[in-house]
């Protein structure tokens, strides 16, 4: 039986049971819009996380002793290093400052000490320095009597890292969890549709037919679930981004300077490619232990 043969059969078997398939293709829509949705979100972390790891950052707290000559000799010497390329100097007065600006405690911020903002130095490290590195140069900046303690973010670091690496464990088990629904709907789909053809089948049996000419067609419509729900859930995804897009880029650009991006064409087409396979697969089961032939 040729392919467009075993199209056309698909595509009547479609529109005898038009409400079942409807049905069915709904369900495996929400199921391929929520994957893309955890997709989308982990795709976003992950560059986020990628761009905190690579821009390195130090803050050089000093002591209430430190004088304005202590702080220039400490400046000296951190802007002679070459893996500093900015020294900004943070006075607790401007420290202040900024914590009322960034948070609503503005009314209340006299009733604070005055040490819960100590002056800094905020240094900006090249892109690329190893992380032994980072450590090498904190460790010596410590032996400086004006500093009190320095923040590497090493750990914040490595906390973000490992959120979305389970992130993408968990995307990983969603996706299971989406395939074996998609095979679970798909399946009784079918099998519903072989019992409402049930007479069909056996005519053509007894016509003759063989086993490909009955079976591809179901198979068809398994492949046709899945891809009209995967193509239709990304649709859907992509209204949802662009018309949520203002309000949530504001804010992540607010916070970490970069902006959202969708999903890119090779997971599209994969999530695409995945619906359609795993519907031909959940065809090929139903079919297998539904149907005798």
Not at 222 to 240: D, E, N, Q, R, Y
Request: hydrophobic share 50%; proline share 2%.
């Amino acid at each position: 039986m040729g392919l467009w043969t075993a199209l056309s059969r698909a595509r009547r078997g479609f529109r005898d049971d038009l409400r079942l398939h409807i049905v069915a293709i709904a369900s495996l829509v929400v199921a391929f819009l929520c994957l893309g949705t955890a997709l989308l979100g982990l795709e976003n972390l992950s560059r986020v996380s990628s761009r905190w790891t690579q821009s390195q950052h130090l803050t050089i707290y000093l002591t209430d002793k430190a004088t304005d000559n202590d702080v220039a000799q400490l400046r000296l010497v951190l802007e002679s290093l070459d893996e500093i390329t900015e020294v900004t100097h943070v006075t607790a007065a401007e420290a202040r400052k900024q914590f009322a600006e960034q948070t609503d405690f503005a009314a209340d911020i006299g009733a604070l000490p005055t040490d819960a903002f100590p002056a800094s130095l905020e240094l900006s490290l090249k892109n690329g320095v190893a992380a032994s590195r980072v450590a090498t140069i904190a460790e010596r900046i410590k032996k400086f009597g004006p500093v009190e303690e320095i923040e590497t973010y090493r750990d914040w670091f490595g906390q973000l890292a490992g959120i979305v690496s389970a992130g993408k464990t968990a995307a990983s088990i969603f996706a299971l969890l989406v395939a074996i629904c998609v095979l679970a709907v798909i399946s009784n789909s079918i099998r519903l549709a072989v019992a409402s053809r049930r007479e069909e089948i056996t005519v053509l049996k007894l016509c003759g037919a063989t086993d490909s000419f009955v079976r591809t067609p179901l198979v068809l419509e398994g492949v046709i679930h899945g891809t009209i729900a995967a193509v239709a859930s990304m649709l859907l995804l992509t209204v949802a981004y662009f018309a949520l897009r203002g309000p949530v880029e504001g804010a992540l650009t607010s916070l970490t300077g970069m902006r959202l991006v969708f999903l890119g064409p090779l997971t599209v087409v994969a999530i695409i490619g995945g619906g359609a396979l795993t519907g031909a697969l959940g065809s090929a089961l139903s079919l297998r232990r539904y149907m005798t032939v």
